[in-house]
Structures are given as structure tokens and as C-alpha cells.
């Protein structure tokens, strides 16, 4: 007899052999293309020495690290947003108004504030409830209402920093709770907290796509989503999940920046045009614009080669008015060379 379930209401199966072989394939790859940057790191490590002697104490580097935290936190939301085959232009201004929000909330008006003084508790809640409801909006209204993903989250990227702007006149929030600030600015001996926490979320993202049903569904998702939803994989939960999890991941790498810049600028994120280094950092990691392919391995490699590069022109004392051309030429030879060194694996 024909099974007439709804896959959507349906309880969810094991995913089918053929998936689980899909699945083995796709960790191969991403495995491969996250190494083929490798050597493309050590390039830069070697131009990096030779540029300052600098480049290699314990002090720059870690520094480097915490620069590169935050950023890294809002690429791995964007990653899995990406892998199910959408894309999220919102997460720069969600990684803006979420520590705005809840700094607005904690700190007194004589710092720009509400005046209420929540407590530190208190804020990086509101600043979680701030990703959650941004990510629940968009996916409900790109996987339900089936508006096109990009127009949507341009416009919501708008609004976002409209709101990040508006509620403080402009103005940036200071003299923030050392207990907000603490996983951005703290250090564990030598190494930034910052560091310590973005590895683990790298490190467990990753096990998660690899190991967990759900991680493995997100491939399949993206893979194929009529043949997901085909296999009884609930493929509007899997979206809406992602986009919600892309938008806690970045409010939690606002919160990082804040804390290591020790105040919330009107201009995070959105006027800083971080979208841009995100999709960069993702895409010449390994991860498919497609969806269904990429991993944490290849977008971990991404970050530290934008970390590395911004640092090298630093200590070179490069114009600021070339940095970012240099940057964007940087990102364009990495992502050739990764095709090259990673070889037919890497063909889209």
C-alpha cells in the first residue's frame, strides 16, 4: 500500500542508504577542499615573516585570532545557510543591531543607553532572542511564503541597520559589563577566549554535520531538496532551522567584536560591509553556492586567510585606500589556487 504521509508531518526515518553514501562523498570533498588551502596559508605565513619581523610573535598572532573570531562565528551561520542552498545578506546587520540591542539595554543614558541596566545575564539573552527572531523571520518567509531570498534579506539587511541606527541617534554604546565584554576581550594566558570559543563552534559544527542526522539532512537538503523531501526528510523545518541558527551565530559574533572593540559602534557590521569577507571566507573554503557541499574544515582555512591578509598589509604599512583592492585580489588568486591544488573536486 502507497505510503500518504506527509513527509513535513511525517516522523522522519534514517536517511536511505543511497544518502548515506551521498553524505561519505560530500565529508571527502569538503575534506579536500578545506585542505586545499592549506598551502595557500603557509604562502602567506612565509610573505608574512619577510614582510615584519613582527609577524610571528605570540602577541600579533593572537591578536590576529581575536580580529578574526567574530568573523569566523558569522561565517559558519553563513555556511549553513548556504548548504541548504540559501543565502542570508541580513546576517551583517544582525551581527550589528543584536549587541546594539542588548548594550541599549544594559548600559545608562549617560553612555547613550536605555537607562534600564539589565543585567549582563539578561542582555546576551536579548541578544540571542535578537538572532533568533531575525533568522525565524527570514526563514518563514523565504521557505513559507517563498520570497525570494536574496531581494528579502537585502531589504531586512536595511531595516536591521535602520533599527541598529535609529534607537541611539547614531551614537556608540560604551562602558559595556565586563561579563558581556568577556568572550571577546578576555584571555586565557596568551590565547584570546574569543579564539577558544569560535574553534569549538568550528570544531562542533562540524561534527555535528558529519555525525547528526539533522547535519546529514542539511546536506541532503541542499543536495537535492525534492529527493530530500522524497526520503521523508523535513525539508521547510531544515531551512527554517538554518536560517534561525545563521542568525544566533552572528548576533554571538556581534557580541565578540563588541567586546573586543569594549563598545557597540552605530556602524558594525552593516557600514562595514562584513557580508562581503563572510561570503568570501565561505566560498573559497569550499562551500558550494549551489548548496549540498562544503564543510568547517574549508571555511575555518577561509577566515584565517582573510585574518592573515588584512594583517600583512597592516604590518606592511599598505595605503588604507588599497587595502581592500588588495584584499579582493588576495581572495581571488586563494580561490584559483584552491581549484588548482584541489582538482577535480573542486569543479562546481
Known sequence: MTDVRDPETATTPEPSAPFEQR?????????????????????????????????????????????????????????????????????????????????????????????????????ILALLAVGLIVGLINGVMIVKCRLNGFIFTLAMTIILYGFQDGIVNGQSLYDLPSAFSYVGAAYWGQVPVSVVVTAAIFIGVGLFLRYHRIGREIYAVGGNREAARAAGIRVDRIRIGVYVAGGMLAAIGGMMEAGRTSAVASTQGYSEGIIFYIFAAAVIGGVSLKGGRGGMLGCACGVVLIGLVQNILDLGNVNNYWIQAMIGGVILVALIMARVIGGEVQAE
Not at 49 to 76: D, H, R, Y
Not at 83 to 108: F, I, N, R
Request: charged fraction near 10%.
Open 23 to 123: 553524505n561519505r562523498r560530500v565529508a571527502a570533498v569538503a575534506f579536500v577542499r578545506g585542505a586545499a588551502l592549506l598551502p595557500v596559508i603557509v604562502v602567506l605565513l612565509i610573505v608574512g615573516s619577510i614582510v615584519s619581523p613582527v609577524f610571528f610573535t605570540v602577541s600579533n598572532l593572537a591578536e590576529v585570532g581575536q580580529q578574526s573570531s567574530a568573523l569566523g562565528v558569522a561565517v559558519v551561520g553563513e555556511a549553513l545557510i548556504i548548504m541548504v542552498g540559501g543565502m542570508d545578506l541580513s546576517l551583517e546587520s544582525t551581527y550589528g543591531l543584536a549587541p546594539m540591542v542588548a548594550a541599549w539595554l544594559m548600559v545608562g543614558t549617560a553612555q547613550f543607553g536605555l537607562g534600564t541596566r539589565w543585567s549582563p545575564a539578561a542582555g
